[in-house]
């Protein structure tokens, strides 16, 4: 079990650039989650995905941002024309079902 | 609407002293699950504990031990004679029955344990 992976781990980019995030979920794990932290802030859901299925999308999903499993395994979430509101920790999570989440360690965005 | 509150935005103890960290949450849903999370400077979530809203017995775990009370909608936090590795954020986070793991998070409390 080598938990959830998330790449990359730090990513500055110019506004107006588009940027991709990858998640590595546990091997097995039908549900992937992503979440948005900003500076001081809990988590905020974004979107969850069971299987290959997009099941649920938060309001804060804004059309800049799309989330695909294309496979049912790896997951990217891609972020069009970043603001610096963008700025923020992505986090991706991972669960059998309705047990146990595990978190990865997050990607940091940085919009300058 | 699904709502957590964590009034307490910084806590500092000194080390060996118990400290109890406040979770209110507010929903319309008679099932639900309650947790707490666990967030180090390296931005992992380490999971804690969690309680369906059924449940209602506190647990103990070591130095840590919640106080689930449905009465007054709260689930607290308490460390036991803590330590400078208790220093971090801690998340109280709740979801409804039918996602399990979308997660309604609260802002947190930062807790800093000095030696």
């Known amino acids: 079990d080598t938990g959830v992976s998330q790449n990359p781990r730090h990513k500055i980019t110019k506004r107006g650039q588009n940027v991709t995030f990858r998640c590595d979920p546990i091997?097995?794990?039908?549900?992937l989650y992503w979440y948005r932290q900003t500076l001081g802030q809990g988590p905020e859901f974004l979107t969850y995905?069971?299987?290959?299925?997009?099941?649920?999308k938060s309001r804060l999903l804004s059309d800049r941002f799309s989330a695909e499993r294309p496979k049912g395994s790896f997951s990217t979430l891609e972020i069009q024309r970043t603001e610096q509101g963008d700025s923020a920790m992505y986090l991706c999570?991972?669960?059998?079902?309705?047990?146990?989440?595990?978190f990865g360690q997050g990607t940091r965005l940085t919009v300058v | 609407a699904q709502k957590v509150t964590q009034a307490q935005t910084e806590i500092s103890v000194v080390e060996k002293e118990d400290v109890t960290l406040d979770c209110v949450y507010e929903?319309?849903?008679?099932?639900?699950?309650l947790f707490w999370y666990k967030q180090p400077p390296s931005g992992e979530l380490v999971f804690l504990i969690r309680?369906?809203?059924?449940?209602?017995q506190n647990e103990i775990s070591g130095r840590y031990s919640w106080n689930f009370q449905k009465s007054t909608s709260s689930f607290n936090f308490t460390i036991t004679a803590s330590q400078v590795v208790d220093s971090a954020v801690y998340f109280c986070?709740?979801?409804?029955?039918?996602?399990?793991?979308?997660?309604?998070f609260g802002t947190g409390t930062s807790l800093t344990v000095i030696p």
């Open positions: 999570a991972s669960s059998y079902y309705r047990d146990r989440a595990f």
């Open positions: 309680r369906n809203s059924f449940d209602e």
């Open positions: 986070a709740l979801s409804e029955d039918q996602t399990g793991n979308q997660f309604y």
């Open positions: 091997s097995e794990h039908n549900r």
């Open positions: 995905f069971q299987n290959e299925a997009q099941l649920e």
């Open positions: 929903t319309r849903d008679t099932t639900y699950y």
